[in-house]
């Protein structure tokens, strides 16, 4: 049995002690904007700061929630119809019951990337969720990363990948079912490892 410890989180990396060693693996999203995949270049990057702290914020309600500890007396204002979104949809799709992981660290010693699933429900359901008021198709380049490191991992095969949209009226559920997907991913993957090589 692998023992895996979280030792570091940044925003480019994690650095987890799995059996006794430290090993530093870059993060699925880092991978995909290494490639230029993620046209964020026009933005503020204090816009960038606030939208990412606000969806963090979001998680942790979504999170604690889900595992019934979530004092929703205490949450504030701005995000309850976020939450309430994200109950909405739990309410709504059957298939969004059971939870086998819930924002698990995983990883693919194998291909060396690391990530950060939201959820995984029963029968091989992978669900992301973004607070965002646009879904991108790179998203389905990181959903299909985690399936393959779950797969490593746990050997769950995942079925479909999904992202839940969050909004302040509900929910937008967008399913990313493109095959060539994980392909994409691995082409992230091979340009951000010759960057590094490369010292570019």
Known sequence: MKQVELVETTD???????NNKTITYPRVT????????TNLQYVKREVLEANAKFGKFVHKACYLWDKNELKEST????????????????????????????EQLVYSHKWGYAGTEDRLFAKGYLVDIKTGLSVYPPA???????????KEMTRIVVKSR???????????????SDLKD???F???????????????
Not at 12 to 18: F, M
Not at 80 to 96: D, M, Q, T
Not at 142 to 149: G, K, P, T
Not at 162 to 176: A, I, N, R, S, T
């Open 30 to 37: 880092s991978i995909i904007g290494s490639a230029g995949l």
């Open 140 to 150: 389905g380049l990181q959903l299909s990363a985690y399936a393959e490191a779950i």
């Open 75 to 102: 949450l504030d204002q701005d995000l309850i119809p976020y939450l309430n979104g994200w109950k909405l949809f739990r309410r709504e799709v059957k298939w969004a019951k059971t939870i086998l992981m819930n």
């Open 162 to 176: 999904f992202v839940v949209q969050l909004k302040p009226d509900g929910y937008v559920l967008h399913e990313f």
């Open 12 to 18: 480019t990396h994690y650095k987890i002690s799995l």
């Open 182 to 184: 994980l392909g994409r």
């Open 186 to 200: 691995f082409a992230c993957l091979t340009i951000f490892n010759a960057k590094k090589e490369w010292k570019l």
